[in-house]
């Protein structure tokens, strides 16, 4: 869809319409002006030679054909109201007598040539000119006084730019308004920008023009309908984590209590069997080792898995060692193959517990992906405390190409869902030359209960819409 500036095209528009109006007005002009000429010349071509006729009549006497010192006076009147050009020549084609009538005094600013192209080089009346009793005297030529006839053209396309700079100038006066009224536009999309940065919090002023206070007060009315859902899906996104924590600190529990105190039974009872087969039944010997290197497996197993669900020691020596446990484990399962590297600045093991545990298993994620997904050979973690602002960063050197669009799995779902939960942001960027960037920032809650967002009544513009509160 084609997008359009609306100030802009408002005085492209009346401009062009100016001036086209202008063209065509000068071109009606001019084709009057022909047509009023010729049809001039046609009406006076009867009427001067009879006036010049009784000229001569009165200045010459009997049979003198004689018609040099005539100066024409006598067409001064209609001179006044027609402009023509006249010329008087003798019996032997001499001119005796030529005079031009009509108003030429203002500047010639449009040329007398353009006019005579204009009216056309036929716009010529002959006749002649007899004596008493019926005898030729002289042969008349009648003409446009195209100088006088530009003159008047051009009063009338004068007036026609009087007119057209009064439509531009109206135009600006009408841009004017029309920009003011449509000013508070680029204050609108800065704020949208704002919001779409993830700013609810963002709110349009109140507007002169009525078209855009209606949708300062529907955009104003989304926006905190917007920033209370957010704040809802959040505070339950938080309860679910804690809910899944909940559940595997219970699966952690049982596990250990009920499954590892059976696998201890077990290696107590193979080692019993192992003792009493060497002295009665030595067959036993090979099934009663098997039974326990299967229950130490086992057992080795039940502890990884409960790492996985429950770090260990989170709750009681803090994040900061937690993560130096983490990363010491994956150092030492790794077997020189990949080097785990942590730095820690700030204060962290002061976090809120849900904090914590999300940190903790965004880190413990992405040291995961690294290895298993882009067979990364160095991985950095970060994790920086600067006031309310927390940063951790986990940079690896796995195999990426830049510019790769990382949608990720169930694991960077995860994430990305425990850090929408907290109000935070996660970016997955490519590194220059080859590896991943996972960067995660927070704020750092003051440990508080989050207030529950107060219910809203339906807008005005929107009564059939429901509140929006919890239930």
Known sequence: MKRVDLKRSLLMR???????????????????????????????????????????????????????????SGLAGIGRLIPFCVRLDDLYSRTVA?????????????????????????????????????????????????????????????????????????????????????????????????????????????????????????FNHLAERLELTVAEQRQLALRLLDIREEERRHLARELHDELGQCLTSIQAEAAYVHELAGDRLPGLRPSAEAISRITAHMMEVLQLILRELRPVGLEEFGLAASLEQLVASRNRSSHGRCLHVLAIDGAVDTLADNLNVSLYRIVQESLTNAVRHGDARHVEVSLRRDGPELLLRIDDDGLSDPGTSFSGGLG????????????????????????????????????????????????????????????
């Not at 062009?16 to 000429?37: M, Q, Y």
């Not at 449009?110 to 000119?129: I, Q």
């Not at 609810?200 to 002169?208: D, G, H, N, Y």
Request: aromatic share 6%; proline share 8%; net charge positive.
């Open 98 to 218: 030529q005079r031009c009538f009509g108003d030429a005094s203002e500047p010639l600013l449009l040329p007398a040539s353009l006019m005579r192209r204009l009216v056309g080089d036929d716009a010529v009346f002959a006749g002649y000119v007899r004596k008493f009793p019926g005898i030729k005297v002289g042969d008349l030529t009648i003409t446009p006084n195209y100088a006088s006839e530009a003159t008047a053209v051009w009063r009338d396309v004068r007036n026609l730019l009087f007119i057209t700079g009064g439509v531009l100038l109206l135009n600006i006066l009408v841009y004017l308004p029309v920009r003011r009224a449509l000013q508070p536009t680029a204050d609108i999309l800065n704020r949208l920008a704002r919001m779409e940065r993830g700013d609810l919090a963002v709110r349009l002023p109140s507007f002169e023009l009525v078209e855009l206070q209606r949708i300062s007060e529907v």
């Open 14 to 72: 009346i401009t062009l319409f100016a001036f086209a109006l202008l063209l065509c007005a000068i071109a009606a002009t001019l084709h009057e002006a022909r047509s009023r000429i010729r049809a001039d010349l046609q009406r006076t071509g009867s009427t001067i030679p009879q006036l010049v006729q009784n000229e001569v009549t009165a200045a010459t006497q009997g049979f003198d054909r004689d018609l040099r010192g005539l100066d024409l």
């Open 412 to 471: 960077m779902l995860g994430m990305s869902e425990r850090v929408h939960a907290l109000g935070g942001t996660l970016v997955l960027a490519p590194l220059a030359g080859r590896g991943l960037r996972v960067e995660v920032r927070l704020r750092v809650p003051d440990g508080r209960a989050p207030a529950r967002p107060p219910s809203m009544p339906p807008h005005p513009a929107f009564p059939s819409a429901a509140s929006g509160a919890p239930a």
